[in-house]
C-alpha cells in the first residue's frame, strides 16, 4: 500500500523520516562509552565469567590447602560445597560444587606399587597433553593431575602407593602452570594426612 509523501501509515502525522535529525559528536561519544561499560559490567571479575560470591576454605574435605592454589579452577557463582564419597578400593573423592554443578575433582587412591604417576593418569579424563616431572613423580595438563606421595603406607593397603588425583570439571578452567603447582601441594597436603599412614 503506498501512502502520501509525509504521513505515516497509522496517523496524518508526518513521519519522523522527513525531518533533520542533529547528531552530536559528543552524544555519540556517550553513546559508546556508556554501551562499553554495559558491556564491560557484565564481564565479571574474574576474566571473563561470573564473579565469585563464595570464599574458597583453606580445608577441602579433610585435607588443608591454600585457597589460592585451587581458586584458578573454579567458576564465579553464589555458593560453594563440597561432597565426600569412597567409591573404592580406599579410594577417597572430594567433589567441590559451586552452585550445585560439579567443578573439580579431588582423590586420594590406592594403586600397585608397580604402577606410576602416568599409568594412573592414564584412568582419568583431564589428562590430555599431560607433562610428566623430571622425577616422574608428577603428571599435569591444564585440567588434570596425578602426584605420587614419596611415603605413605597403609596397613590396609599392602604393597600399594597412594596419589593424589586432580581433575577440573568446570569448562574454561585450563592453567598448566596453575595445575602443576595444585598438584603439588595437594600431594604434599595428602602426605601429611591421616590417610597417609
Given at each position: 500500500?503506498?501512502?502520501?509523501?509525509?504521513?505515516?501509515?497509522?496517523?496524518?502525522?508526518?513521519?519522523?523520516?522527513?525531518?533533520?535529525?542533529?547528531?552530536?559528536?559528543?552524544?555519540?561519544?556517550?553513546?559508546?562509552?556508556?554501551?562499553?561499560?554495559?558491556?564491560?559490567?557484565?564481564?565479571?571479575?574474574?576474566?571473563g565469567g561470573e564473579e565469585r560470591a563464595y570464599d574458597v576454605p583453606g580445608v577441602l574435605c579433610g585435607i588443608p590447602l591454600d585457597p589460592g592454589f585451587v581458586e584458578p579452577f573454579l567458576p564465579g557463582g553464589k555458593t560453594l560445597s563440597t561432597k565426600e564419597s569412597a567409591p573404592s578400593g580406599g579410594a577417597k573423592r572430594?567433589?567441590?560444587?559451586?552452585?550445585?554443578?560439579?567443578?573439580?575433582?579431588?582423590?586420594?587412591?590406592?594403586?600397585?606399587?608397580?604402577e606410576s604417576a602416568s599409568s594412573v593418569a592414564a584412568g582419568y579424563s583431564g589428562m590430555e597433553g599431560a607433562k610428566v616431572s623430571a622425577d616422574a613423580r608428577f603428571v599435569?595438563?591444564?585440567?588434570?593431575?596425578?602426584?605420587?606421595?614419596?611415603?605413605?603406607?597403609?596397613?590396609?593397603?599392602?604393597?600399594?602407593?597412594?596419589?593424589?588425583?586432580?581433575?577440573?570439571?568446570?569448562?574454561?578452567?585450563?592453567?598448566?602452570?596453575?595445575?602443576q603447582k595444585l598438584i603439588t601441594a595437594f600431594t604434599e597436603a595428602v602426605e601429611e594426612s591421616k590417610d597417609c599412614g
Amino acid at each position: 500500500m503506498i501512502f502520501p509523501s509525509g504521513l505515516s501509515p497509522l496517523s496524518d502525522r508526518p513521519v519522523l523520516e522527513d525531518f533533520p535529525v542533529y547528531r552530536s559528536p559528543a552524544l555519540s561519544a556517550v553513546t559508546v562509552l556508556l554501551g562499553g561499560l554495559a558491556l564491560t559490567g557484565c564481564s565479571g571479575g574474574d576474566g571473563g565469567g561470573e564473579e565469585r560470591a563464595y570464599d574458597v576454605p583453606g580445608v577441602l574435605c579433610g585435607i588443608p590447602l591454600d585457597p589460592g592454589f585451587v581458586e584458578p579452577f573454579l567458576p564465579g557463582g553464589k555458593t560453594l560445597s563440597t561432597k565426600e564419597s569412597a567409591p573404592s578400593g580406599g579410594a577417597k573423592r572430594c567433589d567441590v560444587l559451586v552452585d550445585g554443578d560439579l567443578a573439580l575433582r579431588q582423590t586420594r587412591t590406592w594403586w600397585a606399587r608397580g604402577e606410576s604417576a602416568s599409568s594412573v593418569a592414564a584412568g582419568y579424563s583431564g589428562m590430555e597433553g599431560a607433562k610428566v616431572s623430571a622425577d616422574a613423580r608428577f603428571v599435569h595438563s591444564g585440567t588434570g593431575a596425578v602426584g605420587k606421595t614419596s611415603s605413605c603406607t597403609s596397613d590396609d593397603h599392602p604393597r600399594q602407593n597412594l596419589y593424589a588425583v586432580i581433575q577440573v570439571l568446570a569448562p574454561d578452567r585450563e592453567d598448566p602452570a596453575a595445575m602443576q603447582k595444585l598438584i603439588t601441594a595437594f600431594t604434599e597436603a595428602v602426605e601429611e594426612s591421616k590417610d597417609c599412614g
